[in-house]
């Protein structure tokens, strides 16, 4: 092969890869601008994130019913009740076929009588809502999507 044909497919840039998408849900506005902040410009693992925001397990069941499975979920234990997180977890798990999106739940309680509901929903990790911080926030989001690099599509 011609070295000057080398060069010229060497020169051609790489596929673009997708950005991630995170899907937060919670019902506080506040929650959501401090997720946005934290979130915004990062890349993982040479993508960068897509953030959609859902203010009520009803919204986002209604963007997951027209999109793409996100590849995290976000989502806040209480919303409009104290359980609508797990029952959003629940409905996107085993009606809207939610499998491979990796799920870290926001709560600001004790989460021990619930785990064989996380185990079970397949939750990733809990994050208490009072704890977390941006730093914090970017690295549980970052180490849940490098969890996804060996699934199979």
């Known amino acids: ?7 010229i497919d060497d020169a051609k840039p790489l596929p673009e890869t997708p950005p991630w998408t995170v899907l937060v849900v919670d019902d506080d506005p506040g929650v959501l601008a401090i997720s946005r902040m934290a979130l915004r410009r990062v890349r993982v693992e040479g993508r960068d994130l897509t953030l959609v925001t859902a203010q009520s397990g009803a919204e986002a069941v209604r963007w997951l019913e027209g999109h793409a499975e996100p590849d995290v979920l976000l989502v806040d234990m209480q919303l409009e009740t104290a359980d609508a997180g797990m029952a959003l977890l629940r409905e996107l798990r085993n009606r809207l076929g939610c499998r491979w999106a990796r799920v870290l739940l926001r709560s600001g309680g004790d989460m021990s009588r619930l785990q064989a509901d996380l185990v079970d929903l397949d939750v ?6 009072a704890e977390i911080g941006l730093a914090e926030l970017r690295a549980a989001v970052a180490q849940v999507l490098g969890e996804l690099n060996g699934r199979s599509a």
């Open 1 to 7: 092969m011609d070295p000057q044909e080398l060069a």
């Open 124 to 129: 990733s990790a809990v994050i208490g809502k």
